[in-house]
T-cell receptor, first 115, second 114 residues
Framework: GNSVTQMEGPVTLSEEAFLTINCTYT??????LFWYVQYPGEGLQLLLKATKADDKGSNKGFEATYRKETTSFHLEKGSVQVSDSAVYFCALIGRSSGSARQLTFGSGTQLTVLP | NAGVMQNPRHLVRRRGQEARLRCSPMKGHSHVYWYRQLPEEGLKFMVYLQKENIIDESGMPKERFSAEFPKEGPSILRIQQVVRGDSAAYFCASSLRGDQETQYFGPGTRLLVL
């Protein structure tokens, strides 16, 4: 079956530090890959996505590149802000029938950015 | 363009009562998904519906849980005879089409069973 493995948290950084949150996946075929962000007490917001190998998703200074050879989709940001403090989820939707509709999530990584 | 709406945002029930969670998808979206986030756990898929049809309920507990998405009105997730272990955040998502289409999430319903 499909699975997503995320870097264990929590992660605490100072403002303007560089951020990397690792994400690797297992899936048959070529899944679509997503990063969602969840602020306290809220739902999940789509941060970025990539649908095929070597695609780079980007939004609000965050980037992630779909690496088929390493089955990875690591999230990066060059300079984090206090407002980036949230839980980040890596997720995939598979291509095989039956899995092509449900998101499979990683366990989430709590990020805290200190001023 | 309004996003995915869920209500109530918070719901408190006593053991044995019924919980009804509602979800209105984004305008124009006919695909609805329900996910559950248990404390200290990640998000798990429960069920996928299109209008009047359950397409995939492989993540739904076999007993006490049911879902519907009628021709008119919101999708409903119903939990009968709730137990403390049902306490969780329940999120609804919608997409324009199925099959790897991006899913947009609502704010969730936090269910607390006393």
């Amino acid at each position: 079956g499909n699975s997503v493995t995320q870097m264990e948290g929590p992660v605490t950084l100072s403002e303007e530090a560089f951020l990397t949150i690792n994400c690797t996946y297992t899936a048959t075929g070529y899944p679509s890959l997503f990063w969602y962000v969840q602020y306290p007490g809220e739902g999940l917001q789509l941060l970025l996505k990539a649908t095929k190998a070597d695609d780079k998703g980007s939004n609000k200074g965050f980037e992630a590149t779909y690496r088929k050879e390493t089955t990875s989709f690591h999230l990066e940001k060059g300079s984090v802000q206090v407002s980036d403090s949230a839980v980040y989820f890596c997720a995939l939707i598979g291509r095989s029938s039956g899995s092509a509709r449900q998101l499979t999530f990683g366990s989430g990584t709590q990020l805290t950015v200190l001023p | 363009n309004a996003g995915v709406m869920q209500n109530p945002r918070h719901l408190v029930r006593r053991r044995g009562q019924e919980a009804r969670l509602r979800c209105s998808p984004m305008k124009g979206h006919s695909h609805v998904y329900w996910y559950r986030q248990l404390p200290e756990e990640g998000l798990k898929f429960m069920v996928y519906l299109q209008k009047e049809n359950i397409i995939d309920e492989s993540g739904m507990p076999k007993e006490r849980f049911s879902a519907e998405f009628p021709k008119e009105g919101p999708s409903i997730l119903r939990i009968q005879q709730v137990v403390r272990g049902d306490s969780a955040a329940y999120f609804c998502a919608s997409s324009l089409r199925g099959d790897q289409e991006t899913q947009y999430f609502g704010p969730g319903t936090r269910l607390l069973v006393l």
